[in-house]
């Protein structure tokens, strides 16, 4: 009976071990295979806002291209005005470059409409509607124009970040060069911007000292005139006592 029971609970172990580990490889299998599904979710999902950033910069920047060109002629600061001719230039490049990052994907070049960036170029056409005649002018277009390029700075960021998340080298190194670009318009319009306050602050200055100028001119200018009045009236009254003077003694 003993030998009997031991048979058979050598038995069970035989049969039990195998079925634990085939338990125990299933187990494994569903586990990779579930961590597999979730890293494809996410794959999809990071590509999937890749494309939709791509398609908003592209948009972004081809209204840059039609929107320089304005800022520039507006500008009255030379330097100012170099700086937006310099980034055009740049602008169209980078329209290229996202052209190249689209063939990368397989997918072709589209624009999406980004309200963003509709809202700071019109902010920016206001700024030249309404300072036309201001010297406050390139202030406000270097202030618009940073809103921009801190716009593009956030969005090419990200998107880089993105790239290499997905393992997308060749998109990471065009993402990289536009990155580097918009950070060096940022900065040349930072070095704008203190010079062109520091001329408006100059002007305003100018300006006043003027006006204290004229005002003391007509100060003197009023006070000569009362002076003289006043010696005109005191010789016409000692003429008058002399006449009367003499035609007394006459008299007498």
């Not at 040349?188 to 005002?215: P, R, S, Y």
């Amino acid at each position: 009976m003993a030998a009997k029971a031991v048979h058979r609970a050598t038995a069970r172990t035989q049969w039990d071990e195998p079925a634990g580990e085939e338990r125990l490889r299933a187990n494994s299998r569903s586990n990779t295979h579930n961590t597999m599904a979730t890293k494809k979710d996410e794959s999809t999902g990071l590509m999937k806002l890749l494309e939709d950033q791509l398609a908003d910069l592209y948009y972004v920047e081809k209204q840059l291209v039609k929107a320089l060109p304005k800022m520039a002629k507006t500008a009255t600061n030379e330097d100012l005005r170099t700086a937006f001719e310099e980034h055009l230039a740049e602008t169209e490049t980078q329209v290229g470059r996202i052209e190249q990052m689209f063939e990368a994907l397989g997918k072709p070049a589209k624009a999406k409409k980004c309200p963003a960036i509709d809202g700071i170029l019109e902010e920016g056409k206001e700024i030249m509607d309404e300072f036309a005649d201001d010297v406050a002018l390139d202030a406000g277009l270097v202030s618009a124009a940073q809103k921009v390029e801190h716009y593009e700075i956030t969005s090419y960021g990200s998107m880089k970040a993105w790239a290499e998340q997905l393992g997308l080298e060749d998109l990471v190194g065009l993402i990289d060069e536009t990155l580097e670009e918009e950070k060096a318009a940022d900065e040349k319009l930072t070095e704008i911007a203190e010079a062109v306050v520091n001329i408006e602050a100059e002007t305003e200055e100018g300006d006043e000292e003027e006006e204290e100028v004229e005002e003391g001119t007509k100060g003197r200018s009023a006070s000569n005139g009362k002076s003289g009045s006043s010696n005109g009236n005191g010789r016409g009254a000692s003429s008058k006592g002399a006449k009367q003077g003499a035609r007394t003694k006459q008299t007498a």
